[in-house]
């Protein structure tokens, strides 16, 4: 074997490695095409001042056209040991954001990809995040249940220190703001997609 051959079989299992490693990454990427419906198994229920509300499972967030659905894990630490273990089950509510449904900034963060090894059934969950389109509905549902829709009407890329994605805009509109690292597979930057309440 020439040294040329040697160090082309060395890239090609450093390659082959990667690739690997990065499976759930480009499993939840590429493969999943998917679509879920909309609301599937809510129901319609009258809240305490007789308005007729949907429901569905408390504490979950969906986006059907990306085929996206899991828990919303919420914590009340800011420390990043904190997050990390939430992101295991999940994506995670940002401590002091408005709650699903309040005036303010609903703001959730969940991981688009993660080492193979590390623990947890979420580490990919918003690898298509940044495919997301305007216009896109995006479901979630608060700790008794109650269903809110959020229409996309922003989508944007942010550096890992800009705090300004976690302003509540003075209480003044009810939006939904979700987070996940960018490039996928890296941490460089933060991909914002920004939704506003839907109300009928």
């Known amino acids: 074997m020439t040294q040329k051959q040697g160090y082309l079989l060395a890239a090609g299992l450093f390659v082959g490695a990667l690739m690997i490693m990065g499976f759930p990454y480009f499993q939840a990427r590429f493969l999943s095409t998917g679509t879920l419906p909309l609301a599937e198994g809510a129901d319609s229920v009258a809240d305490e001042s007789g308005t007729v509300v949907e429901t569905a499972e408390p504490n979950t967030l969906k986006i059907a056209s990306l085929a996206i659905e899991t828990p919303v894990i919420y914590v009340e630490d800011k420390t990043e040991s904190v997050y990390q273990e939430a992101l295991r089950d999940g994506v995670v509510h940002y ?87 960018y490039p996928l597979g890296t941490a460089l930057q933060r991909y914002i997609v920004v939704a506003e309440l839907k109300v009928d």
């Not at 609903?106 to 947890?120: E, K």
């Not at 249940?145 to 922003?154: A, C, P, Q, R, S």
């Open 95 to 181: 401590p002091g954001t408005a709650l699903p449904g309040e005036h303010g900034n609903v703001y959730i963060f969940g991981h688009s990809s993660d080492y193979v090894w590390s623990p947890g059934e979420y580490k990919t969950v918003f690898a298509r995040l940044p495919t997301i389109e305007l216009g896109a509905v995006i479901e979630i549902t608060d700790a008794e249940g109650k269903l809110f829709h959020y229409i996309v009407t922003e989508t944007k890329v942010v550096g890992p220190r800009d705090l300004t994605v976690l302003d509540q805009l003075n209480y003044a509109k009810q939006i939904l703001t979700l987070q996940t690292s």
